[in-house]
């Protein structure tokens, strides 16, 4: 989508800042844990299970761009296995650099619309049916923690904003399924909202639109977005194959934070470890800063330590969680976006040359 690479030059500042936040964050946390604790833990670390977290997530990230290209032929043509891994690089840049997670899927949906000439709103309907298979295995997982979390010996604070998260993101999930399924409700909704901001967006814009013509873009692209969602959902082959692979992706990420902490020694037990993982999955799309910087880490310490993990071990190994799920995904994902950034402005720039000649 233009507005996420818009909405990166335009918020850099902002976005540094919240880096710089997150950072600030982790150097405090890290700072009362005891710095030297945490550097002891890092320098005890076995470099082979290190480099072994690596190669899970890159198994991750391939298994991944697989699952959306099986979705892409169902809702339309897809690319070459090796063009929709690099698109996929350059969304998880987007989802990193944009609190919440916000801006992966848009910038995905923009990338194939001016690459491969692939409709918006159908590139946008195949990575938010690849969200949607994504998150099957967290909704079981997160009941199953909301469950668990009820028994654990945890402040009262901790234990109601845990469970309200889980079912905050289960119901927001559930609405974009929803609405993905039945055009006519979402159609309803956004033109209801889209009533309530137009007087505004009239005011703001040099341009006059009238609401009709609004409306009538609206329900185009909630149809096209329902049809290639209800598409890639309703294909028998391709649900069975995504529900594995989601359930495959989601044991294997279970598996390197395992390896995390063997890493540096400590053997945590499976049933805790994945319950309280999956939080920290959760508490990564809070809209507050990049991938919850901090935040997460503060959770996971706090519940690792009802299970008797030291505080420092817990950060050492969030830390080697991160230099493979985050920081490397990121700056392959910067390099990528940029390769696609570059090669839209040289179309844009050839196009605009065939039509003055043309012309």
């Not at 990575?127 to 909704?139: C, H, I």
């Not at 890493?263 to 800063?289: A, E, H």
Request: net charge neutral.
């Amino acid at each position: 989508m233009e507005d996420t690479y818009g909405f990166i030059r335009e918020h850099k500042w902002k976005i540094i800042i919240s880096f710089a936040l997150a950072a600030f964050f982790i150097f405090a946390i890290t700072f009362l844990i005891g710095l030297g604790d945490v550097l002891n833990a890092l320098e005890r670390a076995s470099w082979e299970l290190i480099l072994l977290n690596f190669i899970i997530e890159g198994v991750i990230i391939l298994i991944w761009a697989l699952r959306w290209k099986l979705i892409l032929e169902v809702v339309d043509e897809s690319p070459k296995y090796i063009t929709v891994l690099t698109m996929l690089f350059a969304s998880l840049f987007g989802n990193n650099v944009t609190p919440g997670s916000a801006g992966g899927e848009p910038l995905r949906a923009y990338i194939l619309r001016e690459v491969e000439g692939t409709p918006f709103e159908i590139g946008f309907a195949s990575s938010t049916a690849d969200r949607v298979f994504e998150f099957l295995p967290f909704v079981l997982i997160s009941i199953i923690a909301a469950l668990f979390l009820l028994s654990w010996e945890i402040p009262p604070l901790t234990r109601i904003i845990v469970v309200i998260m889980i079912a905050l993101t289960i119901v927001l999930f559930s609405i974009m399924i929803y609405a993905g399924l039945r055009r006519e409700i979402a159609q309803r909704i956004i033109i209801s909202i889209a009533k309530s901001i137009y007087p505004t967006f009239n005011r703001l814009t040099k341009k006059e639109i009238s609401f009709m013509e609004i409306s009538e873009k609206l329900i185009f692209y909630v149809n096209r977005f329902s049809n290639g969602f209800v598409m890639s959902l309703q294909d028998r082959k391709v649900f069975i194959i995504g529900f594995f692979i989601s359930f495959a992706m989601w044991g294997l990420d279970m598996v390197r934070m395992y390896v995390c902490f063997s890493s540096l020694g400590t053997y945590p037990p499976i049933l805790p470890l994945v319950i309280i993982y999956t939080i920290g999955i959760f508490i990564s799309f809070l809209p507050l800063l990049p991938g919850a910087w901090g935040i997460r880490e503060a959770t996971l310490i706090g519940l690792f330590a009802v299970i008797g993990i030291s505080a420092d071990i817990v950060m050492a190994a969030s830390i080697i969680d991160r230099l493979a799920s985050y920081i490397a995904p990121t700056i392959i994902g910067a390099l990528a976006a940029l390769y696609y950034g570059r090669k839209v402005k040289n179309m844009d720039t050839k196009t605009k040359e065939t039509d003055i000649k043309t012309g």
